[in-house]
């Protein structure tokens, strides 16, 4: 196939006349404001687009809006710590006494050591990164084995791992 000057392929420029951003600015119907002359329902809120001008610390709120954040994040805070010592006062004794122990007890007691040993090892090494069902073989194997035979064979489970 060869080339004739009839043969000529246009070039194409395609024009973009409304050139917008990469981002758009989402904005707050007028009446859902909250009143407060800024946007959102907050004190510490993005100003809205009818008082642009005006924002939280502009208007000399900027002490309170950090107080009141700052307040709120203590709060959490507290509510958590207190949530963490309930559960271990009343909810991590319980679950000692009626789950993990009966089956600590009840591995120690079906199975002879060398299956014991077995079974320690393969939980250690399927379970290796999940602390949770590896750490009771591992009491296990302290119990079993003593501590120096069962920190053995708990680290060479998770090497294998």
Partial sequence: MTYEEADVVTLLKIVIEDR??????LKEPEGLGGGNGRGGGGC?????SS????????????FWCSL??????????IFLAVMGVCFFLWIG?????????????????????????VFIFTSVA?????????????WVAG?????GFGFLLIISGVIIS
């Fill in 93 to 117: 004794p319980f679950l000692m006494n009626k789950e993990f122990i009966p089956i600590l007890n009840w591995e120690t007691g079906t199975f002879n050591k060398p299956v014991l040993a």
């Fill in 44 to 48: 510490c809120s993005l100003p809205s």
């Fill in 51 to 62: 008082s642009s001008s005006r924002s939280c610390s502009s208007v000399g709120g900027g």
């Fill in 20 to 25: 917008k951003d990469d981002y758009v600015i």
């Fill in 143 to 147: 119990m079993s084995f003593g501590y």
């Fill in 68 to 77: 009141w954040w700052w307040s709120k994040l203590v709060l959490v805070f």
């Fill in 126 to 138: 399927i379970f290796p990164t999940i602390l949770l069902p590896s750490t009771p073989s591992m």
